[in-house]
């Protein structure tokens, strides 16, 4: 409100040109000041529009970032899901490195597998028209593919004699070499005492390893007698190992119901007794079973061994043996 000056009056001209000239200036004042007001207001509104735009995108952004966490993250469970469930053992060769887990049925098992023989010692040999069948490469084979039988089903397996490049093999000639070493690193030594020692006291090492778990050892040999005689598969344990004898009787089960099912017309003469004389089950500390799977030096018997599919029930058959008297115990 302006207020008149002193000694103005409306009657005076002059008066009343200075008070409308006081009043326009008044009114372009509050316009003015009214304009900007407006102007800092619609400011105002627009600066808060946009921090309120800024934090929506930045929110949309999270949440994109955690959505992108979030399948970054189940794809990693499942990638390290299917990665526990297999595993990868070049001992095996390259053709069955690679073995799925299927299951659990053997989890918390420990198996100590060794084939006869091996290094400077091939063990028996036959004769197949030109070639010479050696112990040791066919015992091997099939004591490898009963190793990856039982890493699929979860147990913890040791290859007690170990070639470094043989793996799985499926031809019917398996070539003799003498590269074998004993576990986990060790030249194997002629002198048959030295090797069959040198054998267990590997296992026994291994079992006070593993001395609160189901332990288990199993060798396997192939037998050597005159060219006539045709013998099936027999199993051997030490007299006062009672499991030992249990772990026997299981396999050899598995083998007469294998036979009945895969040869109906064949009888299976093999049988299950105590050889407590043998050094690898007289010495050994887990209970052991000691396997001859037939003579190499007899036609009939080769059979057993020249097929791989042969092999592999061999292996098979011992594995539900095994998974019996884990089951069982």
Same mark, same amino acid.
């Given at each position: ?50 921090? @309120? ?47 799925? %887990? ?31 069948? &050696? ?11 009963? &190793? ?8 913890? %397996? ?43 006291? &590997? ?18 040999? %192939? ?23 249990? @772990? &026997? ?8 119901s294998g036979y009945k099912r895969s040869q109906p017309g064949r009888s299976y003469l093999g049988t299950v007794?105590?050889?407590?004389? @043998?050094? %690898? ?40 043996? @095994? ?7």
């Open positions: 409100m302006i207020k008149l000056l002193p000694y103005c009056s409306t009657r005076n001209p002059f008066s009343l040109l200075i008070l409308l000239t006081l009043l326009l200036v008044q009114g372009s004042s509050q316009l003015v000041v009214a304009k900007g007001k407006e102007k800092s207001s619609a400011l105002r509104a627009r600066s808060a529009k946009k921090r @309120l735009s800024a934090k929506s995108t930045k929110r949309a952004s999270s949440a994109r970032i955690r959505s992108v966490s979030h399948k970054s993250a189940r794809k990693v469970s499942t990638t390290t899901k299917t990665a526990a469930n297999s595993t990868s053992l070049a001992l095996l060769g390259p053709k069955y490195a690679h073995v799925t %887990v299927s299951d659990q049925k053997l989890g918390g098992a420990v198996y100590y597998l060794a084939s006869g023989h091996g290094g400077p010692d091939p063990g028996a040999i036959g004769r197949y028209g030109k070639y010479a069948l &050696a112990e040791d490469e066919y015992a091997y084979d099939v004591t490898i593919r009963l &190793a990856r039988n039982l890493m699929e089903h979860g147990a913890t %397996v040791y290859m007690i004699v170990r070639d470094p490049n043989d793996g799985i093999r499926d031809e019917s000639v398996l070539k003799l070499d003498h590269d074998e070493v004993t576990y986990p690193n060790q030249a194997i030594p002629l002198n048959q005492t030295l090797r069959l020692r040198q054998c267990t006291d &590997a296992v026994n090492r291994l079992h006070r390893k593993h001395k609160e778990r189901y332990q288990r050892f199993v060798t396997i040999h %192939v037998d050597s007698r005159s060219e006539g005689q045709n013998i099936d598969v027999f199993f051997y344990h030490h007299e006062n190992s009672h499991v030992g004898k249990q @772990l &026997a009787k299981h396999i050899h089960k598995s083998f007469k007794s105590d050889r407590s004389s @043998l050094y %690898v089950v007289r010495n050994s500390h887990p209970p052991t079973v000691f396997i001859e799977l037939g003579n190499i030096r007899n036609d009939k018997d080769q059979r057993r061994f020249l097929l791989a599919d042969n092999r592999q029930a061999l292996a098979n058959w011992i594995y539900t043996g @095994l998974q019996t008297d884990y089951t069982t115990r």
